[in-house]
């Protein structure tokens, strides 16, 4: 019987897995240090529970260590998600108008995203920045698949409503 503990098995766990809760983490937090720290902290709490949990349910442990480890800093701390918009230096061949422009529409997408409410802006980012398919959000986040359906498409709506072009 194989076991968490085997560390080829939490190896390749943690290599199957790590990056995924980083995103979903990430997309709650805003906050690529915190999101690192609980994914860490998920994955010692795993090691340290290796006994206790099977291959089959390690995923899911992961997720939700992860998950209320949020919970308890975000009772703590207020957190928007914020982009690192950096303009790239070749840009500087474009003209000012373009990055004027450009510069403006990401401000609205930014905004947008950040009207939306939590449930509907991380499984909108999960799905097209991810791309991870419904059912695997649904399981991320403990709901059915109509539900993320749902949040998709209030989603949608609400950015297509704020954004002209969307």
């Known amino acids: 019987m194989s076991n968490v503990c085997e560390d080829h098995i939490f190896s390749s766990i943690f290599?199957?897995?790590?990056?995924?809760?980083?995103?979903?983490?990430y997309y709650k937090f805003g906050n690529?240090?915190?999101?690192?720290?609980?994914?860490?902290?998920a994955f010692v709490k795993?090691?340290?529970?290796?006994a206790k949990v099977s291959p089959e349910k390690a995923k899911s442990f992961v997720y939700t260590v992860a998950n209320n480890l949020y919970l308890n800093v975000i009772k703590a701390e207020k957190v928007r998600l914020k982009y690192a918009n950096s303009v790239d230096d070749h840009s500087s061949n474009l003209s000012p108008e373009f990055l004027m422009e450009e510069q403006e529409y990401k401000e609205k997408l930014d905004n947008a995203l950040n009207a939306l409410p939590e449930n509907q802006r991380i499984t909108f980012l999960l799905n097209r920045i991810d791309g991870k398919k419904y059912a695997e959000i649904a399981e991320m986040e403990g709901v059915s698949v109509k539900a993320i359906e749902k949040r998709m498409h209030l989603a949608?709506?609400?950015?297509?409503?704020?954004?002209d072009g969307i």
């Open 15 to 25: 290599k199957a897995h790590s990056k995924t809760v980083f995103n979903y983490i």
């Open 32 to 41: 690529e240090e915190k999101a690192n720290d609980a994914v860490q902290e």
């Open 46 to 50: 795993l090691w340290e529970n290796c």
């Open 156 to 163: 949608l709506k609400s950015l297509r409503e704020q954004i």
